[in-house]
């Protein structure tokens, strides 16, 4: 079973700074690696997508990598601001055979405040 | 708004009540996730249906009962639960073709609350 270790658990760092959060994972054979992110008390929403044959993704100040032979993945936020504050989700996708393609492994996220 | 809908948004229940949960998708895929999400827990996939079939079932015990009558719409029946039971239950929907990269949409999730 795909075990998933995100780190830090909780991160609080004044506006502007610029952050690394961390995910592992324990079965490298996965389709796909995507970060959300969860407001408090609402569903997820997807922030990046990396394919397993990419290394990369950017979305404005987001920045993912992703390492899949080591079974890791950094989630980059350059430039932090208040409105970044949420709990921060790595999901890998797979592994792949049979419908597990359909199936994400979450870790337990990193919770971001970024101060005014 | 992300295309996914759940009702209802909050349900508080007794131990021998029977409720369900809804779920709906309007973005046309095939395939479709119920979450349980407990305090200080990851996020716990319980049932994956892909065309209608069910191809998950995570070990979820018999008093969650998932029913998925078409890919619109995925409900889960609840009965006799107990009180770590309680959760945020996360629907979430997605193309369900292999080999798709494109990623799962969620709803708002369903605070249930069990007494």
């Known amino acids: 079973k795909q075990e998933v270790t995100q780190i830090p658990a909780a991160l609080s760092v004044p506006e502007g700074e610029n952050l690394v959060l961390n995910c592992s994972f324990t079965?490298?054979?996965?389709?796909?690696l995507q970060w959300f992110r969860q407001d408090p008390g609402k569903g997820l929403t997807s922030l990046l997508l990396i394919q397993s044959s990419q290394r990369e993704q950017t979305s404005g100040r987001l920045n993912a990598s992703l390492d899949k032979s080591s079974g890791r993945s950094t989630l980059y936020i350059a430039a932090s601001q208040p409105g970044d504050s949420a709990t921060y989700l790595c999901a890998p996708q797979g592994p792949a055979f049979r419908y597990n393609f359909n199936k994400f492994y979450f870790g337990s996220g990193t919770k971001l405040n970024v101060k005014p | 708004e992300t295309g996914v809908t759940q009702t209802p948004r909050h349900l508080v229940m007794g131990m021998t009540n029977k409720k369900s949960l809804k779920c709906e998708q309007h973005?046309?895929?095939?395939?479709m996730y119920w979450y349980k999400q407990s305090a200080k827990k990851p996020l716990e996939l319980m049932f994956v249906?892909?065309?209608?079939?069910?191809?998950e079932n995570n070990s979820v015990p018999s008093r969650f009962s998932p029913e998925c009558p078409n890919s619109s719409h995925l409900f889960l029946h609840l009965h006799t639960l107990q009180p770590e039971d309680s959760a945020l239950y996360l629907c979430?929907?997605?193309?369900?073709?292999?080999?798709?990269?494109?990623?799962?949409?969620f709803g708002p999730g369903t605070r249930l609350t069990v007494l």
């Open positions: 979430a929907s997605r193309s369900g073709t292999s080999g798709s990269t494109d990623t799962q949409y």
């Open positions: 079965d490298s054979a996965i389709y796909n």
């Open positions: 249906y892909n065309f209608k079939e069910q191809t």
């Open positions: 973005l046309g895929h095939n395939a």
